[in-house]
């Protein structure tokens, strides 16, 4: 079985992956556009990892400018399969408390204005999404926290809104009612299109503060979340480097094919531009590891 190759798309912070070897920064045009950033390749514990910071270097794109779709389509060119997302969240739960990590597994979408998929433009496709988060990639991620004796929760619902404004008092508390347990603003569509990409996608969601519902606590600021931040950072490098260390040679991933299997249109009937588009996905293109 070739190796297989993990990706990490880090969040507010975490601009780089300390440890890698043989580094090499690749720069890639995609059929939807410009990716955050240049990616990162090298090894880490001996595994292939091509990293990318999600706002690019020097933090300089808002979570609603960040070109989704460029970014999972350049981790699928450089042929990776398993997928991280390392993302700063507020908690909405009080046992979820400044730096604590939470794997979770559920998303509620409140984003307005993103392009959230691969297909269109003549190819329909529907993905399955009832469970959007790889719960074998989240199980080592949650396994490794524990071996390293981080604080972390398996399993919760992560609430994405647009933003790029913090919750205002009232909507901290709706979503409260509703049941999440962490807020953020850049994990969706990141994961439905790392689902349309057959990618086995998971996240280490980092809380940074309370949001705003918290009486106990200040309202979340930028302040607020930079002090947090840079322990969180580094404990998810910690993650990491260990995830790589110890992921399972025998591991497959259980959404390859996902994006053929999707598509509701014949194949006579694609047409070409959208056809030429989907190419890599739909494993007509070669990759480059």
């Not at 496709?125 to 199980?139: E, M, N, R, T, Y």
């Not at 009232?170 to 850049?186: F, H, L, P, Q």
Request: aromatic share 8%; net charge negative.
């Amino acid at each position: 079985m070739s190796q297989q190759v993990i990706g990490v798309i880090g969040g507010s912070g975490l601009y780089d992956i300390e440890g890698l070897q043989n580094v090499e920064t690749v720069q890639l045009d995609t059929p939807f556009g410009a990716p955050s950033d240049a990616y990162v390749t090298g090894t880490l514990a001996g595994r292939k990892l091509v990293f990318l910071p999600r706002h690019g270097r020097g933090h300089k794109l808002l979570p609603s400018e960040l070109n989704f779709r460029a970014n999972i389509w350049g981790f699928v060119k450089l042929g990776v399969r398993w997928l991280i997302s390392v993302s700063a969240v507020g908690s909405m739960r009080e046992e979820i408390a400044p730096g604590h990590m939470v794997m979770v597994d559920q998303f509620y979408d409140r984003t307005k204005s993103r392009a959230s998929s691969f297909f269109g433009d003549g190819i329909v496709g529907h993905v399955p999404f009832g469970d959007p988060i790889c719960a074998d990639l989240s199980g080592l991620l949650y396994d490794g926290a524990v071996a390293l004796g981080l604080t972390a929760h398996k399993g919760g619902t992560y609430i994405c809104i647009e933003g790029p404004q913090f919750s205002t008092r009232a909507e901290s508390n709706i979503y409260r009612s509703w049941g999440v347990d962490v807020i953020g603003m850049t994990n969706i569509p990141e994961a439905k299109l790392a689902r349309e990409a057959g990618l086995c996608y998971a996240t280490i969601a980092m809380a940074t503060d309370y949001d705003c519902w918290h009486d106990g606590h200040d309202d979340v600021s930028v302040e607020t979340v930079m002090k947090t931040l840079q322990d969180n950072v580094d404990n998810a490098r910690r993650l990491i480097a260990h995830v790589a260390e110890t992921f399972p040679a025998e591991l497959d991933c259980r959404y390859s094919g996902t994006t053929r299997a999707a598509i509701m249109t014949a194949p006579e009937n694609w047409p070409a531009d959208a056809r030429a588009r989907l190419a890599l996905l739909l494993g007509e293109e070669g990759t480059q590891a």
